[in-house]
């Protein structure tokens, strides 16, 4: 059984117009992605750099790439990340999905400490009160009344209402 040498990651310089999108790469955004984007690439420059294997080809952030050259930074140097060995294909493809899905949740209870106005200013499209989430739309309806439910935005436990009794 032959074991794959360990990858170690380390930072190099490359020009902007000379990295590879990869050509299936999955990931997409929507234009307000993009607009908030390039906001934040304007503020606060590229703080995560992009990942790409020995060949050029980027593994991680084609969006912000895509952006800088849109921005005309095509011959401007930046800061990547490289593998201490070529991925294989199939290691490729795995981080190219893992460094792309958005597996994090909010804790909306800490969101609600900042102002409603920048939150929505940074990019989210709207907050969502975790007070007036339809449980059902979470979960199936279950049999048991009153039996605990994790809400999947705010982590607050949930419960279903108990039945309301008729007036006598």
């Known amino acids: 059984m032959s074991r794959t040498k360990k990858i170690e990651w380390h930072t190099e310089k490359r020009k902007v117009k000379d990295?590879?999108?990869?050509?299936?790469?999955?990931?997409?955004?929507?234009?307000?992605?993009?607009?908030?984007?390039?906001?934040?690439?304007?503020?606060?420059?590229?703080?995560?750099?992009?990942?790409?294997?020995?060949?050029?080809?980027?593994?991680?952030?084609?969006?912000?790439?895509?952006?800088?050259?849109?921005?005309?930074r095509g011959e401007e140097e930046i800061d990547v990340r490289l593998p201490s060995r070529k991925l294989t294909k199939k290691e490729f493809e795995e981080y190219n999905i893992r460094s792309n899905k958005n597996i994090g949740a909010w804790n909306w209870d800490m969101l609600a400490n900042y102002n409603e106005q920048d939150l929505i200013d940074y990019g989210f499209d709207e907050l969502i009160d975790p007070d007036s989430i339809n449980v059902d739309a979470f979960y199936?309806?279950?049999?048991?009344?009153?039996?605990?439910?994790?809400?999947?935005?705010?982590?607050?436990?949930?419960?279903?209402?108990?039945?309301?009794k008729e007036d006598e």
């Open 140 to 164: 199936e309806q279950s049999e048991e009344k009153n039996k605990e439910k994790i809400c999947p935005h705010c982590g607050k436990n949930i419960y279903d209402p108990p039945e309301e």
């Open 19 to 72: 990295l590879i999108p990869y050509e299936l790469n999955p990931r997409q955004m929507t234009e307000k992605q993009a607009k908030d984007l390039e906001k934040s690439l304007n503020k606060f420059n590229l703080a995560e750099i992009p990942a790409i294997n020995t060949n050029n080809i980027i593994i991680a952030g084609h969006q912000r790439i895509a952006i800088l050259m849109q921005l005309g």
